[in-house]
């Protein structure tokens, strides 16, 4: 939200909350109706992939959501090495509000102007015009506008709710407020619309502006650098016309510079280019992973939980998992991923995290906990986890719950043994559970009564409170269940 939140902030659809996509229903109908009943020659093919294709958008949003946080997890060509916030993530959620905006004004915009009907599928001219109105109009407009939003009484109403998020993600590009988003639809319709009303539009030349405004977005706040310096050495004027992620990063930490949308161009014209954005670019491309100190392996725990993943969607991983019903409509990719990891499945980086002067990193098993025989295959995928481990320099590894077990590994002591000259500490999470326990323990008390199953942890237990002067009395499970029956 910005400091000072102005007229139009919030998107008119918000009361409607996770239903909001129900407004689009009627012409979701009406053009899939039309389409299965009209003759061949009468169908409007452009009408009918109006709403595929928001779907379609999305899918490519989620898809540079993935690889981002993947890449910005390794380190590898980060250009900003800070943590995303939870407040961020919530606040960033609601990322598709502008790809419905989208489908609802072409749907009206296809009621109200008759030339936008039954567009043929190319028109060579149509998409040159694009092009042109983009590179001028549209760019030199977006400038200005952007600059006008800097000022601070529209900065602190409207364009802060951006600048929140210092630490950019792909999706962070369509986080505006209504009004902002309502500015910008206007621009980019210049080009659409010029090719409406002279008749030379065309479904490619429509499809292929948005698809280049969504990957231009996302690429310029995906928080990794990679495209390569041999582009620009060998076509120079290229740097004038494609910004880089690192060049609108400066943006974010800078505010005040390289205020272009995707061609640097008028920040060279107009002298507000940030001076660094070559040396923050070469720094970014050579900038390697680095040491990692401690890693948490973890893993899956149902067949859908890899959506709730930080790779997955972030609606979902910024929530506790339960039980949703679209994600039953999943199962057929659900199921193809679980077949897909069982015969090919290898550990990769969830997250990466930093406290005080330690590097943490999340790597996952992506494989299922269900059958005996995947023991096997299990304790080879978390052996390699921990050999990789120690070939990085990691000095302690965290075993997640369903990766230790006396069945599966003896709790990780058959990698200790089979590998005795392993440097790093092996750790299983014991510890942290007795400290837990014995911390809910008053400090007065005298006598503890322990019953059920003894394991490890309860052993363990014992031992720290019979240290403290305390006595353990234990009571077997088989006469402890017959009091209670009596």
């Not at 996770?18 to 169908?43: C, G, M």
């Not at 740097?239 to 880089?244: A, D």
Request: a positive charge; proline letters at 4%; aromatic letters at 16%.
């Amino acid at each position: 939200m910005a400091s000072k939140p102005g007229f139009l902030t919030d998107w008119p659809w918000k009361p409607l909350g996770s239903f909001k996509w129900v407004i689009l229903t009627p012409w979701i109908a009406h053009s899939t109706y039309s389409f299965i009943t009209k003759d061949q020659n009468e169908r409007d093919i452009g009408y009918f992939l109006i709403f595929p294709y928001m779907m379609l958008r999305m899918l490519h949003d989620q898809a540079w959501i993935t690889l981002s946080r993947h890449r910005t997890s390794k380190g590898k060509s980060r250009i900003l090495d800070k943590g995303i916030e939870f407040e961020q993530v919530d606040r960033e959620s609601n990322w598709d509000d502008q790809i419905l905006l989208n489908g609802l004004l072409f749907y009206i915009g296809y009621m109200l102007v008759p030339e936008g009907s039954h567009l043929p599928i190319w028109k060579t001219d149509g998409v040159i015009i694009t092009t042109l109105l983009h590179a001028g109009p549209v760019e030199f407009l977006y400038y200005w506008l952007h600059r006008a939003l800097h000022h601070h009484f529209l900065y602190s109403r409207y364009h802060s709710h951006h600048h929140s998020s210092i630490v950019t993600e792909p999706i962070t590009s369509v986080i505006h407020p209504f009004a902002e988003h309502i500015a910008y639809f206007v621009l980019f319709a210049i080009p659409l619309y010029t090719t409406v009303i002279t008749r030379t539009a065309s479904i490619a030349s429509f499809a292929g502006y948005l698809a280049y405004i969504d990957f231009m977005n996302n690429m310029g706040h995906c928080n990794f650098e990679f495209i390569p310096t041999t582009l620009f050495s060998f076509f120079p004027f290229l740097k004038f016309l494609i910004y880089t992620p690192s060049f609108h990063s400066l943006h974010h930490t800078q505010f005040r510079t390289n205020y272009s949308l995707f061609m640097p161009i008028y920040d060279y014209v107009y002298g507000t280019m940030d001076k660094s954005s070559d040396k923050t670019y070469e720094m970014s491309l050579k900038r390697e992973e680095g040491s990692v100190d401690v890693v948490h392996l973890t893993h899956l725990t149902t067949p859908e939980s890899i959506y709730y993943l930080r790779l997955g969607f972030s609606s979902l991983a910024s929530t506790p998992q339960s039980s949703k019903w679209y994600l039953y409509l999943l199962w057929p990719l659900t199921l193809w991923t679980s077949l897909m990891t069982w015969f090919y499945g290898k550990t990769f980086v969830l997250e990466r995290n930093n406290f005080k002067m330690l590097n943490l990193q999340s790597w996952v098993i992506p494989s299922q906990y269900f059958f005996k025989w995947q023991r096997e295959a299990l304790n080879k995928l978390i052996e390699e986890a921990i050999l990789e481990a120690e070939l990085r320099g990691v000095k302690v590894l965290t075993l997640g719950l369903l990766n230790q077990g006396d069945k599966l590994n003896k709790l990780g002591e058959i990698y200790i043994k089979s590998y005795p000259q392993l440097k790093i500490k092996i750790v299983d999470g014991s510890s942290l559970v007795v400290a837990i326990v014995l911390n809910n323990i008053p400090k007065e008390t005298t006598q503890v009564l322990l019953s059920g199953k003894l394991t490890k942890i309860s052993y363990a237990i014992v031992s720290a409170l019979c240290e403290r002067g305390t006595k353990v009395r234990y009571i077997i499970t088989l006469i402890f269940a017959i009091i209670l029956l009596l």
